[in-house]
């Protein structure tokens, strides 16, 4: 089944420890991105990825980094989590070229005490 | 630079009755416009893209190069339609309007 994964679903941690939330699709989409879900802003891309190895900043990327050594992952890291990073993070993929609609994956809704 | 504006945080409507979310788009291309859904608890998933031009769900949207919209609409309204709805214009999405349909 074509799908876009991500680990954890839940995750409750504390300010400053460092944490990764992991994205897979297998779908062999090139494009690959992280959105943030906060109520009233709507999705806000944090970083995305046209391919391997090539990686870019969205709209809010400040306290975040990614990385992608390989096409069907794509990372996402809190070097040191706060408080104003609570939120619903969703990982997206498509195809690059053309008009392709994005395929999200299930959320992981993180707090940061 | 691109910006997508959906006006309505919040829509509420009876069963059967119409339903149109506003979509407003600021792109100077050729845009890639698409609406997407996010039912409670659930992924966000695809309805519709303006270069399909089909109807899914009962639901239609029209791209307006014009006026810049790519307003969503469908005639009678049910309760499952009861949704965070986002217009998205290629990778930018809108706010998001919350769909309240009641019985």
């Known amino acids: 089944e074509a799908q876009v994964t991500q680990n954890p679903r839940y995750l409750i941690t504390v300010t400053g420890k460092k944490l990764t939330v992991t994205c897979s699709q297998n779908?062999?989409?090139?494009?690959m991105s992280w959105y943030r879900q906060d109520p009233g802003l709507g999705l806000r891309q944090i970083y995305y990825?046209?391919?391997?190895?090539?990686?870019d900043k969205g709209d809010v990327p400040e306290g975040y980094k990614v990385s992608r050594k390989e096409k069907r992952n794509f990372p996402l890291i809190l070097e040191s989590p706060s408080p104003n990073q609570t939120s619903l993070y969703f990982c997206?993929?498509?195809?690059?070229?053309?008009?392709?609609?994005?395929?999200f994956g299930p959320g992981t809704r993180l707090t940061v005490t | 630079a691109q910006r997508v504006t959906q006006p309505e945080k919040l829509l509420s409507v009876f069963k059967g009755a119409p339903v149109e979310l506003k979509c407003n788009y600021s792109?100077?291309?050729?845009?890639?416009l698409f609406w997407y859904v996010q039912y409670s608890r659930q992924r966000l998933q695809l309805l519709l893209r303006?270069?399909s031009r089909e109807s899914i769900k009962g639901f239609t949207a029209d791209l307006n190069k014009g006026e810049t919209s790519f307003h969503l609409k469908k005639p009678f309204a049910q309760e499952e339609d009861s949704a965070m709805y986002y217009c998205?214009?290629?990778?930018?999405f809108g706010a998001g309007t919350t769909v309240t349909v009641r019985a």
């Open positions: 779908m062999n989409h090139e494009y």
């Open positions: 990825s046209m391919n391997v190895e090539v990686t």
């Open positions: 998205a214009l290629r990778v930018s």
């Open positions: 303006h270069i």
């Open positions: 997206a993929s498509r195809l690059a070229g053309g008009p392709a609609e994005q395929y």
């Open positions: 792109y100077s291309g050729s845009p890639e």
